[in-house]
């Protein structure tokens, strides 16, 4: 998968969704079950590389100023956020920080965990023969396997 086609993904999963981040989710779910595991593992690694590009000092900044954080859990958060916003509003983001203000008046939150984690919940769905018990723990206090913690998310 290249760039270009991530940006698809994440564009096809705000259609509609206007911001609601449970069926942003839903949508990116269901879109990346259509794909091969291997579309799935470039996705996530896409997604990776773009929080890491985000972080700099004077985003970091104007997210903490915002109410994002700066600790590594809510910079993650922040940075799943901006890139479900979608390529446009990422890369203005990116070019500018102070940018980043429009776009959180905009937003009822600018941390969206969940969605980071979306590309991990399907590999695991289309991994076989692992046992929802052998999958991967989420972190706090009731360690719940991933695959409940996405059942939950899309029933909302």
């Given at each position: 998968?290249?760039?270009?086609?991530?940006?698809?993904?994440?564009?096809?999963?705000?259609?509609?969704?206007?911001?609601?981040?449970?069926?942003?989710?839903?949508?990116?779910?269901?879109?990346?079950?259509?794909?091969?595991?291997?579309?799935?593992?470039?996705?996530?690694?896409?997604?990776?590389?773009?929080?890491?590009e985000a972080d700099s000092d004077e985003l970091r900044t104007v997210?903490?100023?915002?109410?994002?954080?700066?600790?590594?859990?809510?910079?993650?958060?922040?940075?799943?956020?901006?890139?479900?916003?979608?390529?446009?509003?990422?890369?203005?983001?990116?070019?500018?920080?102070?940018?980043?203000?429009?776009?959180?008046?905009?937003?009822?939150?600018?941390?969206?965990?969940?969605?980071?984690?979306?590309?991990?919940?399907?590999?695991?769905?289309?991994?076989?023969?692992?046992?929802?018990?052998?999958?991967?723990?989420?972190?706090?206090?009731?360690?719940?396997?991933?695959?409940?913690?996405?059942?939950?998310?899309?029933?909302?």
């Amino acid at each position: 998968m290249k760039r270009r086609d991530f940006w698809e993904v994440i564009e096809a999963s705000r259609q509609g969704a206007e911001g609601r981040f449970p069926l942003q989710l839903k949508r990116l779910y269901h879109r990346l079950r259509t794909m091969s595991l291997d579309e799935v593992a470039s996705f996530e690694r896409h997604f990776g590389d773009l929080q890491d590009e985000a972080d700099s000092d004077e985003l970091r900044t104007v997210a903490n100023e915002l109410g994002g954080g700066c600790g590594d859990d809510s910079w993650s958060d922040f940075t799943s956020w901006l890139i479900s916003m979608g390529q446009g509003a990422y890369e203005a983001v990116i070019d500018e920080p102070e940018h980043l203000r429009g776009f959180a008046a905009e937003s009822e939150d600018i941390e969206f965990e969940e969605f980071q984690h979306v590309a991990g919940w399907v590999e695991n769905d289309l991994t076989p023969g692992v046992d929802d018990h052998q999958k991967p723990r989420e972190s706090g206090p009731e360690a719940v396997t991933v695959r409940k913690v996405a059942q939950l998310a899309l029933a909302g």
